[in-house]
């Protein structure tokens, strides 16, 4: 559950990038933040994982204040957060299947357990057959493909995806489109940045969108609103 | 933290001494050149100290005794010197002993002295030692006021100035140590920030990915003390050859018979558990500091 209350964002350079944000997504939800670039998506999203703090305002992550969340606190809200970077953000020395593993030996996972979950995800998003491949060895949309395993591998209550499908063949989008409603429909919050109209006009969902730091429209099932 | 969790630090930190390549050779040569150096000094500043209190503990103080006294008399002042607090042994040694002894140490001169054989100048004398050095000044002093006492001698100036050249070599010693493994931290630390400047994304990574500070410090930690132990293998290995090669040398050597080096074992040995602890700290330090600022994700 994500509970944002007049989020004001201005960066040290004097770019103001939040102007008030109020906005309340349960769980389970799946949202479309879409709008221009430079709207203010991105910063909306990173504070959810609290990346980035706001100037001003309250935001409550799964019924924890973050205004209030001690610096040493802050891994253990990463870990109900999966987020797939725009730029995936894979360790490079590390294999895939490291990659991914990583996420769980963070929470102290069993060594059995670890396989196991891995090798799950590594198959829903199918990239079994790369499982000891580095990042630079794969492809821009296997990259994307493993970072999205890894955001999901420890059951996050909440996934975030920052335009994951930008570097996407359409049908590889579908896929991960297709990972993605799997994982909402176990109850998983979803949260996508996104510019393809394609898939918002399609897949209807929840769809919010932003301009100039603000909030401009709220809709269930709504469009992607924007011409290309 | 559970043990597969300090299993995996230690897999990962010692996987980064490969990972890193030459920066691990540049780390490892910094900690080995200054353990070389605090090796040496610390062989040297040892030694010296060891020499100095062997030098302290051959002090003695030489009471002479009145030509006139008579034996009973002499034996009031061996008593009487015996009861002192501070008098850890007295010996008495006739002025007939006296004058042989002088004989033999003066070797070849010696054989003028032996005219005096008959009529001999010389002093009955106690021979005293103090329970502690720094006791001697004050022991001599209070022997010199018994009745009977003709002079007493003890080399004061040279006992004090041992004590303060002692001391200086102690200081001086110390103050370079201290200086060599704040200069060798600072070099380590540089050299892991440089591998680690490349290495701040990932760090940025694991902490957006849920890792927290002391799980992204450990495997440094593991790596730094790696560094060290590595770094100390060739000061060890030199201490150990060099300081054997040094005392095998110099025992049995007239020329150097003053010097009286600390024994091989178990000195050798405990210098070396110095230096690998010296090594390991080094490693740590250097390597934690240089994590710090890149935390902060």
């Given at each position: ?167 996407l063949d359409p049908e ?5 489109m297709r990972v993605f ?48 | ?88 042994t007295v010996a008495f ?205």
């Open positions: 559950m994500i509970k944002m209350k007049d989020v004001y964002k201005t960066y040290a350079n004097g770019v103001t990038a939040l102007n008030g944000i109020d906005i309340n997504i349960d769980q389970g939800e799946f949202v479309y933040v879409v709008g221009p670039s430079g709207a203010g998506k991105s910063t909306f999203i990173r504070l959810i994982y609290r990346e980035v703090k706001p100037t001003d305002g309250t935001i409550v992550i799964n019924n924890t204040d973050l205004s209030t969340l001690k610096e040493k606190r802050v891994p253990f809200l990463r870990r109900d957060v999966g987020v797939i970077f725009q730029d995936f953000k894979l360790l490079p020395k590390l294999s895939a299947y490291e990659n991914i593993a990583f996420a769980l030996e963070v929470i102290e996972e069993s060594p059995r357990n670890i396989r196991k979950r891995v090798m799950d995800v590594l198959e829903l998003v199918g990239l079994k057959n790369k499982a000891r491949f580095i990042p630079d060895e794969l492809s821009g949309g296997e990259q994307q493909r493993v970072a999205t395993a890894r955001a999901i591998v420890n059951n996050p209550k909440i996934v975030i995806a920052d335009e994951p499908t930008g570097n590889t989008s579908w896929e991960i409603e799997e994982i909402n429909d176990k109850g998983t919050t979803m949260i996508m940045a996104t510019h393809s109209q394609e898939i918002v006009n399609t897949i209807k969902k929840r769809v919010i969108a932003v301009e100039d730091g603000l909030i401009v429209r709220d809709e269930q099932r709504g469009d992607y609103g924007y011409e290309v | 933290m559970k043990y597969r969790t300090t299993k995996r630090h230690f897999r990962e930190g010692a996987k980064n001494i490969f990972r890193n390549g030459w920066m691990t050779v540049a780390s490892v040569g910094a900690v080995t050149t200054t353990l070389l150096l605090v090796g040496a000094f610390l062989a040297l500043m040892l030694n010296l100290n060891h020499m100095a209190q062997g030098l302290e503990e051959d002090v003695e103080i030489e009471a002479l005794i009145d030509r006139t006294a008579n034996e009973e008399e002499i034996n009031e002042i061996g008593s009487a010197i015996e009861q002192m607090n501070e008098t850890e040694s006739s002025k007939d002993e006296e004058l042989s002894q002088l004989i033999e140490d003066m070797g070849e001169e010696g054989s003028t002295w032996q005219m005096f054989e008959q009529d001999n100048p010389l002093n009955h004398a106690f021979t005293v030692r103090a329970k502690k050095p720094t006791q001697t000044e004050s022991l001599a002093a209070e022997i010199n006021n018994l009745d009977n006492i003709q002079e007493v001698n003890y080399g004061r100036d040279v006992v004090q100035q041992l004590f303060q050249f002692n001391e200086y070599a102690r200081n001086i010693g110390l103050v370079l140590i201290i200086g060599l493994v704040f200069t060798a931290i600072f070099l380590i630390s540089n050299t892991i920030k440089l591998t680690i400047m490349a290495r701040s994304r990932e760090i940025g990574i694991m902490k957006l990915v849920g890792a927290t500070n002391n799980f992204i410090r450990w495997p440094f930690f593991i790596e730094g003390a790696l560094h060290g132990i590595f770094g100390s293998i060739i000061p060890i290995a030199a201490v150990l050859t060099g300081y054997h090669y040094l005392v095998n040398n110099l025992s049995g050597q007239v020329t150097y018979a003053f010097v009286d080096l600390l024994p091989f074992h178990p000195f050798a040995w405990q210098l070396s558990l110095i230096i690998l602890l010296i090594g390991t700290f080094i490693g740590i330090w250097g390597s934690v500091m240089s994590v710090r600022k890149f935390l902060k994700v």
